[in-house]
């Protein structure tokens, strides 16, 4: 499978927050670029997903920036709450077929 | 909407045993399903693509003989983990992709497959 690169591992933040989380995806044969919220023995959660023709998506609290030249995007979370500790992880699809970043353990502290 | 199921939600085995797993969308026909593997702390991997109807396609790497995937519906797949062994203990989680063609998957919770 194709590699997706996601960086930081971890990162914790105080409440109020902006987390920002980093992908790097290396076929652009991808075409829709989704990130997924996952809480510890639960499946993952789509939070808001992207395609490259457009540079940036808002979705509630989560917002996506994606630079098509540099094959990077990336997840904002405005307004971090303690509720939003979780992992979260970057994907890319080509027909369908989801490869996912390595995930990063998201702390927000009260 | 747009709910997928997993049963059961946890399994223990003796090695040697077999493991059936189900996968159904609740409120959706599914034209594809995925099948995913994700170890402790690790991210998730691509097993196999199952068509309603016809072979599943599996990622390279992964045994077709001992992960058997049948997808006889639009609403459910199975997953069975032949002859398990502990290395096999993982967390199972199957997707569905809505039959209108839309990219996006929705999640099952997950299976958690410990075998003994």
């Known amino acids: 499978q194709q590699q997706v690169k996601q960086s930081p591992q971890s990162l914790i933040v105080q409440k109020g927050g902006i987390p920002i989380i980093n992908c790097a995806y290396e076929n652009t044969a991808f075409d829709y670029f989704p990130w997924y919220q996952q809480f510890p023995g639960k499946g993952p959660a789509l939070l808001i997903a992207?395609?490259?023709?457009?540079s940036e998506k808002k979705e509630g609290r989560f917002t996506i920036s994606f630079n098509k030249s540099a094959k990077q995007f990336s997840l904002h979370i405005m307004d971090s709450q303690p509720g939003d500790s979780a992992t979260y992880f970057c994907?890319?699809?080509?027909?369908?077929?989801?490869?996912f970043g390595e995930g990063t353990q998201l702390t927000v502290n009260p | 909407g747009a709910v997928v199921s997993q049963h059961p939600s946890w399994v223990i085995c003796k090695s040697g045993t077999s493991v059936k797993i189900e996968c159904r969308s609740l409120d959706f026909q599914a034209t594809t399903m995925f099948w995913y593997r994700q170890f402790p702390k690790q991210s998730l991997m691509l097993m196999a693509t199952?068509?309603?109807?016809?072979?599943?396609?599996?990622e390279q790497g992964v045994e077709k003989d001992k992960f058997l995937i049948n997808h006889a519906s639009l609403t459910l797949s199975t997953l069975t983990v032949t002859s398990a062994h502990p290395e096999d203990s993982s967390f199972y989680i199957c997707s569905a992709r809505w039959r209108g063609g839309s990219d996006t998957q929705y999640f099952g919770p997950g299976t958690r497959l410990t075998v003994l």
């Open positions: 992207i395609r490259p023709d457009v």
């Open positions: 199952s068509n309603e109807g016809s072979k599943a396609t599996y």
């Open positions: 994907a890319a699809s080509r027909w369908s077929r989801l490869t």
